[in-house]
């Protein structure tokens, strides 16, 4: 699977951005056979899970950083997973990866897919 990150960009601390990971799939292969998931790596620090979600969508994990201020979720008939980030703060300003993990309802950073990544800046 190949995955496509976009929807980053610069808003001011309390906005909201929308992230979205497009999924390529060979023939044959199902996006819905892959937990997917939302890292993050700030200048200097190494690089997070802040949300994933099962295969199916019907779990879900959050960081408690950004507990209660992002939500996860996918689409697997347009093979996207999407992540809407509320009330931001300045320590949200990360470049963020989508990644992918087969066969699996977890994602870690050992996970064999991940896209470009996307940089995400909050201004104070």
């Known amino acids: 699977v190949q995955l496509q990150a976009s929807g980053g960009g610069l808003v001011q601390a309390g906005g909201s951005l929308g992230l979205s990971c497009a999924a390529s799939v060979r023939t044959g292969d199902t996006f819905s056979t892959y937990a997917t998931g939302w890292f993050r790596q700030a200048l200097g620090k190494e690089r997070e899970l802040v949300a994933a979600v099962s295969r199916r969508g019907r779990s879900t994990y959050y960081s408690n950083a950004v507990k209660g201020r992002f939500t996860i979720s996918r689409d697997n008939a347009k093979n996207t997973v999407f992540l809407q980030m509320n009330s931001l703060k300045p320590e949200d300003t990360a470049v963020y990866y989508c990644?992918?993990?087969?066969?699996?309802?977890?994602?870690?950073?050992?996970?064999?897919?991940w896209g470009q990544g996307t940089q995400v800046t909050v201004s104070s």
């Open positions: 990644a992918a993990n087969p066969d699996t309802d977890s994602v870690s950073s050992a996970s064999p897919y």
